[in-house]
């Protein structure tokens, strides 16, 4: 089993940043491809980047490429999402997820085996 409790929510202007972490516990992290997804309100949850288990390959939603970063440190268990130029479409929950098993490529929420609770991101206008 795999505990995932994320951070780094908020409330911020459009145009400003903000940095997610996901501590993880119970299973070596280094072993897990790492995913953030995000819902907003009143739409389904949708995936928004991954990054292979050593961190050689990441992968985004479109609509993020240039302006969201994830990383990992697995010496600390810790992935994170680095998001600037943040717009108020980028409003919504944010979910930490890890799968021990697929391909990074994969956006597939059934295919990640463990979830955080969510962290909320507010963008204003």
């Known amino acids: 089993q795999v505990q995932l409790d994320e951070s780094g929510g908020g409330l911020v202007q459009a145009g400003g940043s903000l940095r997610l972490s996901c501590a993880a516990s119970g299973r070596t992290f280094s072993t897990l491809t790492m995913g953030w997804f995000r819902q907003a309100p009143g739409k389904e949850r949708e995936f928004v980047a991954a990054?292979?288990?050593?961190?050689?390959?990441?992968f985004y939603l479109d609509s993020v490429k240039g302006r969201f970063t994830i990383s990992r440190d697995n010496a600390e268990n810790r992935v994170y999402l680095q998001m600037n130029s943040l717009k108020p479409e980028d409003t919504a929950d944010y979910y930490c997820?890890?799968?021990?098993?697929?391909?990074?490529?994969?956006?597939?929420?059934?295919?990640?085996?463990?979830w955080g609770q969510g962290t909320q991101v507010t963008v204003s206008s």
């Open positions: 997820a890890a799968r021990r098993y697929g391909s990074v490529y994969s956006t597939k929420q059934s295919e990640y085996d463990y």
């Open positions: 990054i292979s288990l050593n961190a050689g390959i990441s």
